[in-house]
């Protein structure tokens, strides 16, 4: 989509994966920092990555652990269009993105979207965690019933 201005801030949709009436991501822009936003999404496409790869922090979805969601309450149709690439991205998804668009820039990264049955806030910061093990990047998660911390971004 076409980038747009609200304020200061200029944001970019683009297109995303998910099984929704055209799901969309976004970057925010403001005096030389930009914030990526991708939930709902089943897959990491070119245009994700293209979008994420530049951002100064980063709120990307961890639905789901694998295991959890295998073993987990879940029906088997439910389970299946959770981990398809319309549905939600997995930890390790996440983890395989950050690893193609890490760089110098990227201050903070917070897991957000986590599954309260098939996923804990623990296991998204374990795992995704190792795609970032010498960085000094911030790895944080957004809990659902919670406000969050207030962060302040520098580009």
Not at 59 to 67: F, G, P
Not at 73 to 80: F, H, I, S, T, V
Not at 97 to 102: A, P, Y
Request: proline share 5%; aromatic share 4%; glycine share 8%.
């Amino acid at each position: 989509g076409a980038p747009f201005l609200i304020g200061k801030l200029e944001l970019h949709p683009f297109s995303i994966s998910h099984d929704a009436m055209d799901p969309a991501g976004f970057t925010v822009t403001s005096n030389g920092t930009r914030i990526g936003i991708a939930t709902d999404l089943g897959i990491a496409t070119a245009m994700v990555k293209t979008h994420l790869k530049e951002c100064t922090a980063l709120i990307l979805e961890a639905n789901h652990d694998r295991v959890m969601l295998a073993e987990g309450p879940y029906p088997w149709p439910l389970k299946q269009r959770i981990k398809g690439r319309s549905g939600h991205l997995s930890n390790d998804d996440t983890t395989e993105l950050l690893k193609e668009i890490l760089h110098g820039r990227l201050s903070h990264i917070i897991l957000a979207h986590l599954s309260e049955q098939n996923n804990t806030p623990e296991k998204a910061l374990s795992t995704v965690g190792q795609a970032l093990h010498r960085t000094d990047i911030n790895l944080s998660v957004a809990i659902q019933d919670r406000s969050s911390e207030i962060f302040s971004f520098k580009g």
